[in-house]
């Protein structure tokens, strides 16, 4: 709908739009935010800055507590239906052995495995889902740069899109825009960071039909690599100390290519097909959290409120868990047309503990296994710990189910 709002007079603005939940990023945790509102005849507006959602190097995992999810909502058997892999196990594979780090066939739930799915996909079919209701609303190729703000109290935002400037005036606005949050520096949030010890450089290899099918971490001397099935190809992140790109540069292609066949000699056999650095894109790695997720008007989640380091590849499901959270806790305030301070801390009390746990847990596992393989050449020996079967559950839990079983209320 198009309302006669007064508009800025700093931009000539095209419309003025109203809705009464304003959504910012259609990544896993908006998408999903705005599917739950919108099934509840809500009336939402999703802003995605991208045009579509194609996602180069991103996160493909679906893990168990996104199936529940998805199957509370009626969507699994849809969702399985779209090609996929499976992952039982998250593997650690040194020269001399290979340890099991995570084992989620043990986990009391339907789906006890790692569903491989391209995230476009995913978020293809959450959109489609969505857009059977009247009341959703897609705005793609919708850059937001500023918020709508009157008394302190957060009143929408403005985008760059088709045609110039546009207004959307909310009740409630939410910065889902991911790890480098425009929203979280217009609204002026508290970020606290921490500093993994790494980098990582994601690439593509053909993967062979007789591949070892799921996940592995790979371990050399000094260096680490995961290596994720994505059917005819492995997406592979090769990780480096942190700030050690420009050494990697200057040593050339060449000779990061022997480095990782050294660390996987059956890639010996595709290693050709990396024949540029643009095939190569580089991450820094980096973890924070925001002291207070929320003010009045607006409220941040998933990697807006707190950017997650990649290892265990936990970032997806905690994004869609606030979602579910923040409508479990919203869709009645918003009915309602007031949406209070209240409302918004309680979605961050029941988020924030089960978010610190597992960056306490990923900070961990930097510390113990990252830091010692990365600063030194010797052969990593994974710890007697990890051998403990009853130990080698507990990460398939955190990073399976998440800390807390969170489903969705109708
Ligand atoms: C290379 C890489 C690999 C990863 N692998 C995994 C993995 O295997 N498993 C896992 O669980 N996690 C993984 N992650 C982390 C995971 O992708 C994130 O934790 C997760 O996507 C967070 O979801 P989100 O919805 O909060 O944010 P995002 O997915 O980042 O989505 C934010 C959206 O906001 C949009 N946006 C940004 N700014 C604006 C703006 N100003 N206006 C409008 N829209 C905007 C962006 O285009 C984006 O679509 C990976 C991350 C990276 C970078």
């Given at each position: 709908m198009t309302s006669d709002i007064p508009v800025n007079p700093a931009h000539d603005i095209v419309d003025v739009q109203t809705t009464d939940c304003c959504i910012v990023g259609g990544g896993p945790a908006g998408v999903v935010l705005a599917l739950l509102l919108a099934r509840q005849g809500i009336p939402v507006m999703l802003l995605e800055t991208h045009k579509d959602f194609d996602r180069d190097f991103r996160g493909d995992t679906i893990h168990p507590s996104v199936m529940e999810i998805m199957q509370e909502l009626g969507l699994s058997d849809r969702l399985l239906q779209l090609p996929h892999t499976k992952m039982h196990q998250i593997r650690m594979q040194t020269p001399q052995e290979t340890v099991v780090m995570?084992?989620?066939?043990?986990?009391?739930?339907?789906?006890p495995y790692i569903t491989m799915l391209p995230q476009v996909k995913f978020l293809e079919f959450i959109i489609q889902e969505a857009q059977k209701y009247p009341n959703f609303q897609l705005v793609m190729g919708a850059n937001v740069q500023e918020l709508i703000e009157s008394d302190g109290v957060i009143q929408g935002v403005r985008y760059r899109g088709g045609g110039g400037w546009h207004e959307v005036r909310a009740i409630l606005t939410i910065?889902?825009?991911?790890?480098?949050s425009k929203l979280r520096q217009l609204g002026g949030f508290e970020s606290i960071e921490t500093s993994p010890p790494m980098d990582v450089l994601w690439f593509r290899l053909p993967r062979h039909p007789e591949d070892p099918q799921g996940g592995v971490g790979r371990i050399g001397q000094g260096r680490i690599m995961a290596m994720l099935d994505r059917g005819i190809e492995w997406q592979i992140a090769y990780v480096i100390p942190k700030g050690g790109y420009h050494e990697i540069r200057t040593s050339g292609l060449p000779a990061l290519k022997d480095s990782i066949v050294e660390i996987a000699p059956e890639l010996s056999d595709r290693?050709?097909?990396?024949?540029?650095?643009?095939q190569i894109a580089f991450l820094s790695v980096e973890s924070s959290f925001v002291k207070?997720?929320?003010?009045q008007g607006m409220l941040l989640i998933g990697d807006a409120a707190h950017v997650m380091s990649?290892?265990?590849?936990?970032g997806i499901n905690y994004a869609i868990q606030d979602a579910v959270v923040a409508a479990n806790i919203l869709s009645k305030p918003l009915k309602n047309r007031h949406v209070g301070l209240n409302d918004l801390a309680k979605v961050q009390r029941q988020r924030e503990l089960p978010t610190r746990i597992i960056q306490a847990f990923q900070t961990l596992i930097q510390k113990q296994i990252f830091t010692p393989i990365l600063s030194s050449n010797r052969i990593f020996q994974p710890p007697m710990?990890?051998?403990l079967p009853i130990l080698r559950d507990i990460p398939a839990r955190l990073i399976g189910l998440g800390v807390f079983p969170v489903h969705v209320q109708t």
């Open positions: 995570a084992d989620f066939s043990h986990l009391k739930t339907s789906y910065g889902a825009d991911g790890r480098h290693i050709e097909h990396l024949q540029d650095w643009l207070r997720w929320y003010r990649p290892v265990g590849g936990v710990l990890l051998r």
